[in-house]
């Protein structure tokens, strides 16, 4: 069955840096475009980043410009994001989700990410 398992989620303070990582299990993870996407405490979804299959291609929010990198390693069916300057407001549980047709069809468990000082 379709997995995928996130960490590297923890405490930083702010203009610190994390890396998060999913690694992908029970399909074929080269075959699927891949996102990122967050949920701040009261908050609704917001989609941070997105990569296509082959890793050339990738998409930022708007408020992780320039910030943040997404990349993935198809050989380790693992999915990546390096987060760098990060601020209060970017305190979230963090998922990776599989892309399918526009949307998301399998998402993993999360991991919180919180920046304060």
């Known amino acids: 069955q379709v997995q995928l398992v996130e960490s590297g989620g923890g405490l930083v303070q702010p203009g610190g840096s994390l890396r998060l990582s999913c690694e992908a299990s029970?399909?074929?993870?080269?075959?699927?475009?891949m996102s990122w996407v967050r949920q701040a405490p009261g908050k609704g979804l917001e989609w941070v980043s997105g990569?296509?299959?082959?890793?050339?291609?990738?998409n930022y929010a708007d408020s992780v410009k320039g910030r943040f990198t997404i990349s993935r390693d198809n050989a380790k069916n693992t999915l990546y994001l390096q987060m760098n300057s990060l601020k209060p407001e970017d305190t979230a549980v963090y998922y990776c989700?599989?892309?399918?047709?526009?949307?998301?069809?399998?998402w993993g468990q999360g991991t919180q990410v919180t920046v304060s000082s």
């Open positions: 989700a599989r892309d399918y047709r526009y949307s998301f069809d399998f």
């Open positions: 029970g399909f074929t993870f080269s075959s699927y475009w």
């Open positions: 990569i296509l299959n082959g890793d050339s291609n990738t």
